[in-house]
């Protein structure tokens, strides 16, 4: 760029000399040709020359002015090499970059793909999530229904128990207070039957016969007085049964007890034994003189419910005992 101003410049000044030279040279010829004293012609050659000279001049002041041009426009293209060197520089270095951030970016890239997959997992989750809490609460709801429904159905159901279980109560009530009425005629009928006798009492609601009177000491067999007692009690029942109405669920309990003195025997290991084989023997007897074996229960305490807590003979006597009771099943 700054080379052909250079000989623009160049051959300006030779065009300058050259035309110099062609009016030098034509003065000079016009000059021998009027040498002879054409003053004018000299005059206007010197004129032409003063021309010629301005125009040198100017020529040189844009002579110069083109080569500080030149110099600044050198300068310029230096200025530009280097900036040019620098960025190539820069260039290489941003394309080192340019490589490593697409690197980083495509990293990124799979790093983003990978979150994304992710993310669609995690809401594909949280979907089924949300459905399976819908599919809940509607489980729930249906329960709470069913548990509003199955509560009023109890709580009609309880007031139906409850009011059954006062008619029952009301019903067992008086069947109580029937059995009891049954229960004083029996008392009394057996008063009768055994109005004699002193080893037989009554205590409370229980009929009580000393063992003595239907066993032997330490024996389940009965004597023969014990038999003839047992077949007035016999008698007795009998005729309470067929006097109870048969609504009346009603029982005969014979319980067989002992004193606290130990009782070791090949029939009769402990107290248990004997009391429970008495009782036993009672029921059994009964039974067969036709008192409904339904209506006749048995049981044996040894020597664990006493009536008296002494230890003298008296109180061993009444301790061991045969009770007989009247009583609901």
Do not use: C
């Not at 084989?277 to 419910?305: I, M, N, T």
Request: hydrophobic residues 40%; negative net charge.
């Amino acid at each position: 760029m700054a080379w052909p101003a250079y000989v623009d410049v160049l051959s300006t000044l030779l065009l300058v000399v050259t035309f110099l030279m062609s009016i030098f040279m034509t003065a000079q010829y016009y000059s021998g040709l009027e040498v002879s004293g054409k003053d004018t012609a000299l005059q206007r050659l010197n004129r032409q020359i003063a021309e010629l000279t301005n125009l040198l001049s100017l020529e040189k002041g844009r002579t110069k002015t083109g080569e500080d041009d030149l110099a600044t426009v050198q300068a310029s293209l230096n200025a530009l090499k280097e900036e040019n060197t620098k960025l190539q520089g820069l260039a290489v270095t941003s394309d080192e970059k340019a490589k490593a951030a697409e690197s980083g970016l495509g990293g990124l890239s799979k790093d983003l793909d990978a979150q994304k997959a992710i993310s669609n997992e995690a809401l594909a989750k949280v979907d089924l999530l949300n459905q399976q809490m819908l599919a809940l609460r509607k489980q729930v709801a249906a329960l709470n229904e069913a548990l509003g429904a199955s509560e009023k159905k109890d709580s009609e159901s309880q007031d139906r128990i409850k009011d059954l279980g006062n008619r029952l109560n009301a019903a067992l009530a008086r069947q109580v207070q029937e059995l009891q009425r049954y229960r004083s005629d029996f008392f009394g009928r057996l008063r009768d039957l055994l109005k004699d006798r002193q080893d037989i009492r009554v205590v409370g609601d229980r009929f009580v016969f000393q063992s003595e009177v239907l066993f032997p000491s330490g024996s389940a067999e009965m004597t023969p007085e014990g038999l003839g007692t047992l077949d007035q009690l016999a008698t007795a029942v009998n005729e309470l049964t067929s006097k109870i109405p048969a609504e009346i669920d009603w029982a005969f309990q014979v319980d067989g007890h002992t004193d606290n003195r130990p009782i070791a025997s090949s029939s009769f290991p402990s107290n248990w034994e004997l009391s429970t084989a008495r009782a036993v023997s009672v029921v059994k007897y009964l039974a067969s003189k036709g008192v409904p074996a339904d209506r006749l229960v048995a049981a044996g305490h040894g020597e664990f419910q006493p009536l008296e807590s002494g230890q003298d003979e008296e109180s061993l006597r009444k301790n061991r005992r045969i009770e007989l009771k009247l009583t609901n099943k």
